[in-house]
């Protein structure tokens, strides 16, 4: 039972360039969430998807795309990145009662 | 855009003492009141959580206070230890959509 996984741990982007992170979670969860934590400001939910087939934005969407690709994937993408996207990505799941299951992050710096 | 208050920043606190972390919010509809608790490194992970039809839950050392009138909820970590030593955020909310305070980083000193 490995919970949420994300994939890369770790990446180094050029502007201008896209990437897609991954997430799965084997809870089988509906809910699934991705945030970007920058310093001294929390979590930042970017988009949800409440279950399969449906997605919808966050706080800071600008910027990004999502896909939930069947109910156990939710992928992020950046189509041009810029260096304002420099942060470290959460991505969560959640089942009926709320509580949400992170994964381990992935830290995306974009030169 | 809600808003949603937390204090303090920092915290250093000895081990035995008493950890307080509270956390303000806006919108009334908010159900869900949780704190996560995160190490360095790691993705935060839910710690304690209350629903506003209680003022307060304790599980072991920690407790939430929640006062609905004030619109603030509260962190106790009671005989604080180093291994506390982590960033906590509260993250009110409802229908899947959470808002996450700035954090607080307690240091629980030996």
């Known amino acids: 039972n490995a919970g949420v996984t994300q994939t890369p741990k770790f990446q180094v982007l050029k502007t201008g360039q896209s990437m897609t992170l991954q997430c799965a979670q084997d809870?089988?969860?509906?809910?699934m969430y991705w945030y970007r934590q920058d310093p001294g400001m929390g979590l930042r939910l970017i988009y949800y998807?409440?279950?399969?087939?449906?997605?919808d934005k966050g706080e800071v969407p600008n910027g990004y795309n999502v896909s939930r690709l069947n109910k156990r994937e939710f992928s992020l993408r950046l189509e041009s990145a810029a260096p304002s996207q420099t942060s470290v990505y959460f991505c969560?799941?959640?089942?009926?009662?709320?509580?949400?299951?992170f994964g381990p992050g992935t830290r995306l710096l974009v030169l | 855009q809600q808003q949603v208050k937390q204090s303090p920043q920092s915290l250093i606190v000895q081990k035995g003492g008493i950890s307080i972390i509270n956390c303000a919010y806006e919108n009334t509809a908010f159900d869900y009141f949780p704190w996560y608790q995160q190490f360095p490194g790691k993705g935060p992970a839910l710690l304690i959580a209350i629903r506003p039809d209680v003022s307060e839950k304790k599980e072991g050392r920690f407790t939430i206070s929640f006062n609905k009138s004030a619109k603030q909820f509260s962190l106790h970590i009671m005989d604080s230890q180093p291994g506390d030593s982590a960033t906590y955020f509260c993250?009110?909310?409802?229908?899947?959509?959470?808002?996450f305070g700035s954090g607080t980083k307690l240091n629980v000193k030996p």
């Open positions: 993250a009110p909310g409802n229908f899947n959509k959470f808002y």
């Open positions: 969560a799941s959640g089942g009926v009662k709320e509580t949400q299951y």
């Open positions: 809870m089988n969860h509906n809910s």
């Open positions: 998807s409440a279950s399969e087939g449906t997605t």
